[in-house]
């Protein structure tokens, strides 16, 4: 009792059971009871050293976790990892052919099972045959300690896979595995990965600080491939439509913390490729299972993606003086980033637009900032000092707005993204609801261009009567109409 009111076995006792020790004598002496209720006297000698007894009850000092290179990372070794171009698509023109991007990753892990089987596992809750990367069964089937049935397939105790339908478990055996100096991946829905932010949250504060200690080792990365993605999702609702983890990872600690966005698949490959090279971060890898439009050969992903944010030549018309910059960042913001562009090219030839793709997010930084941030110049290159830009983003558009502190003039950024609008309903259909559309892109560059074609109203309300014609086709048929579903980048 404390002041006549119950703390034992109550709610109380799990917050500040005794306060005010320096003026509430009574509350002093009631706290030197329960301490001494301890017997202290049983437990340390005169130097407040534990007692012989109780000393030997610790393991030896070899025997101790501390004293474990597996708990030190010690035992860390590289992957061996096979060139990634040889799972590379070929690429004939820029988005001009579909793939499922996924795929070719799910073919990469599969060879590093064969390469490394005792030092890759992939994680995953109940989804890897959906999400695209059933290829890795070929190498090991999951791992499963119960009784197997003549239906079950790719499952046993001898498997690899570690495959349970819960998020947060996925993520202790990943920091697990990865903490004992081996290497995997996590893959997940994206919606579903905030199921275990707070772990990941906890594991990059983990990782920070013990980058402080000289005596810690490095560890391989918790890589995290966040697909099923809310633009995809469609068939599924709105609640599988969610893209908050890219936000509670881009305020971590920049020591730790990498945000990538690839647009297709050979930019997955080499972004994937990295991030297993990687040690002490917590990667976030962001692309959808879907077909998807393929941009770029392997070489140029290659530089792409090294650069983290470049300016994509083959689809611009700015001639170095732009009067509009189209930034994209992620696969279906990329795709109807280019769309725009395309209509605005084709529609009003006059008009010069400049195309920038962000694959790597904490590029957007500037480099006091990130230690991926690009300094003022290359940023001043790809986006100019002046120009406004439209930006197609995968995210919620704060999450590009916080990375431009500091950039010159930010408020001529115009970023769309996921505004939390989702149901099930066509794939085009969910960037309508949430104003990332390619009809809304060029809108918002007839609005924001240096010079404004002549046509421009007219455009505004062509692009305005297509969402318009977008709604009463998929009301009646319940699928996006031909020229969006089918749409691939011709010269304009």
């Known amino acids: 009792m404390v002041d006549g009111i119950q703390v034992q076995g109550t709610f109380r006792a799990h917050q500040v059971p005794l306060s005010g020790m320096k003026e509430n004598p009574e509350h002093l002496k009631m706290l030197e009871v329960w301490m ?19 000393r030997a009850l610790a393991p030896p000092r070899e025997l101790r976790m501390s004293a474990s290179p597996r708990t030190n990372g010690e035992t860390c070794e590289p992957l061996k990892i096979p060139s990634v171009e040889k ?4 690429v004939e023109a820029p988005a001009s052919t579909r793939e499922e991007s996924t795929r ?18 992939f994680f995953c809750p109940d989804e890897t045959n959906s999400n695209r990367l059933g290829a890795v069964f070929e190498a090991t089937p999951r791992a499963f300690m119960l009784p197997v049935e003549p239906t079950d397939e790719a499952i046993g105790p001898e498997g690899k896979v570690m495959e349970v339908l819960s998020e947060h478990n996925c993520e202790g055996w990943m920091e697990g595995y990865a903490l004992t100096g081996r290497h995997g991946l996590l893959a997940t829905y994206e919606s579903f990965a905030m199921v275990m932010a707070s772990m990941a949250v906890q594991h990059s504060k983990w990782l920070d600080e013990s980058l402080k200690l000289e005596w810690r080792k490095p560890v391989p990365a918790l890589n995290i491939l966040l697909t099923s993605t809310c633009w995809r999702n469609d068939h599924n609702g709105f609640s599988h439509q969610g893209p908050g983890f890219i936000d509670t990872m881009l305020t971590r600690k920049p020591t730790v913390s990498r945000i990538y966005l690839p647009p297709d698949a050979n930019c997955l490959l080499w972004t994937a490729d990295h991030c297993f090279r990687t040690s002490n971060h917590v990667n976030v890898i962001v692309i959808d299972k ?23 030549e083959w689809a611009s018309n700015d001639e170095g003086d732009p009067d509009l910059v189209m930034a994209c960042a992620g696969d279906i913001p990329t795709m109807e980033a280019l769309a725009a562009t395309w209509l605005l090219r084709t529609e009003a030839p006059g008009l010069r637009t400049r195309v920038v793709n962000v694959v790597d997010l904490m590029a957007m930084f500037t480099p006091e900032e990130h230690p991926h941030g690009m300094d003022e110049q290359h940023f001043v290159d790809l986006f100019t000092r002046d120009r406004h830009v439209v930006f197609a983003f995968h995210g919620y558009p704060l999450g590009i707005h916080y990375t431009l502190h500091g950039r010159p003039d930010p408020e001529r950024f115009h970023v769309r ?15 309508v609801l949430n104003g990332i559309s390619r009809y809304h892109l060029a809108i918002e560059a007839l609005r924001r261009a240096r010079r404004i074609p002549e046509n421009s109203p007219e455009l505004v309300e062509h692009f305005n009567a297509q969402l318009r014609k977008h709604r009463a086709y998929v009301d009646e048929h319940l699928e996006d109409m031909p020229e969006v579903r089918d749409w691939t980048w011709t010269p304009p």
Not at 36 to 54: C, I, N
């Open 290 to 312: 879907q077909p998807q439009l393929q941009y770029l050969d392997f070489q140029s992903a290659k530089g792409h993606c090294q650069r983290g944010a470049s300016v994509w």
């Open 36 to 54: 001494k209720s301890y017997r202290p006297e049983q437990l340390f000698d005169a130097h407040g050293a534990l007692v012989p007894e109780l």
């Open 87 to 90: 799972y590379a698509v070929t």
């Open 104 to 121: 070719r990753l799910g073919q990469l892990m599969r060879d590093l099972y064969r390469e490394n089987p005792r030092r890759f596992r």
């Open 417 to 431: 993204g996921f505004r939390e609008q989702g149901t099930t309903t066509t794939p085009f259909d969910m960037v």
